[in-house]
């Protein structure tokens, strides 16, 4: 599966296989396996719906390594049920400040990674980080957010995950199980619409739901193949 994932050359590749009634989930960056994923969780519901493999729109339940995971169509979104990872505030590592070239406001760790906050939204999408410096941190990935100025959006996000083999992930579904947890104690609401700013970019409905975050997207099929 690693190699697979490899000569993939994506931000996460997802493998799956029946099991007890469900369907075992494992997620594979280009070099390392992680323990939670959104997008290829979601992408997974979508291709068993899409292909035939679960009645469309019947609720998906996954196996994995953060517990059992579902997926079921809900307003025109795949909706995912996954577990929320709290942030603790904690002390920046050493080169983080300097890594990511900007002041930090606030900085804390989650099961996975660090999530900093900073000065605003225009901050956010401006960061040129040294990937390189990045990469020596010990730490899955680093989530920086900001609260939105853009209308419609409650807060702004990317992930930057050099060290997983990730330099910069376009959208990242499981960094929305801290940010919600997160925004919700800073805005005081449960619900959000967010945006992860990467160069392309992606919405995230984010609803928070006691120790589990509830996540919103659609997938799209691009390209069938085959491996030989």
Known sequence: MQSVAAEMNLSETAFLHREDGAFRLRWFTPTVEVDLCGHATLASAHVLWEEGHLPRGERARFLSKSGTLTAEARDGLIELDFPASPTVPAAAPGPLAQ???VALTFVGTTPFDYLVEVASEDVVRGLRPDMTALARIDTRGIIVTARASTPHYDFVSRFFGP?????E???T???HCALGPYWRSRLGKDA???HQASLR???VRVKVAGDRVKLGGHAVTILRG???
Do not use: T
Request: hydrophobic share 50%; net charge negative.
């Open 226 to 228: 085959e491996l030989v």
């Open 99 to 101: 890594a990511l070239g």
């Open 173 to 175: 579904g499981s960094a």
């Open 169 to 171: 992930d376009p959208v």
């Open 163 to 167: 060290r997983a083999g990730v330099p």
């Open 201 to 203: 970019g992606g919405d």
């Open 192 to 194: 959000f619409l967010a």
